[in-house]
Nanobody, 115 residues
Framework: QVQLVQSGGGLVQAGGSLRLSCAVSGSIFSIRARGWYRQAPGKQRELVAGMTSGGRTNYTDSVKGRFTISRDNSKNTVYLQMNSLKPEDTAVYYC?????????WGQGTQVTVSS
């Protein structure tokens, strides 16, 4: 069983930066992809950034050029570097690990961007 523990997040002014971390423990060898989702109040959860086991990345259009997903295999940790933050980036952010038939989720962390 895999556990995902998130850290980072908080309150930042527009234009600022934050970094989210997601440490994974357990059976990590079967992970096929990692990703970050977010959910704003009254909105559906959306994929922000993803990374396959081979290292390919993808981003939702609204964060391209501002957010970067990366990983440190020695620490079993995935990061989301968020730069040039905007008020519309305010949401609860969740990391996820995808397996063949299921997914595991982190506990979520609040990111609030003030204007």
């Amino acid at each position: 069983q895999v556990q995902l523990v998130q850290s980072g997040g908080g309150l930042v002014q527009a234009g600022g930066s934050l970094r989210l971390s997601c440490a994974v423990s357990g059976s990590i060898f079967s992970i096929r992809a990692r990703g970050w989702y977010r959910q704003a109040p009254g909105k559906q959860r959306e994929l922000v950034a993803g990374m396959t086991s081979g290292g390919r990345t993808n981003y939702t259009d609204s964060v391209k050029g501002r957010f970067t997903i990366s990983r440190d295999n020695s620490k079993n940790t995935v990061y989301l570097q968020m730069n040039s933050l905007k008020p519309e980036d305010t949401a609860v952010y969740y990391c996820t690990a995808a397996f063949l038939r299921s997914s595991s989720w982190g506990q979520g962390t609040q990111v609030t961007v003030s204007s």
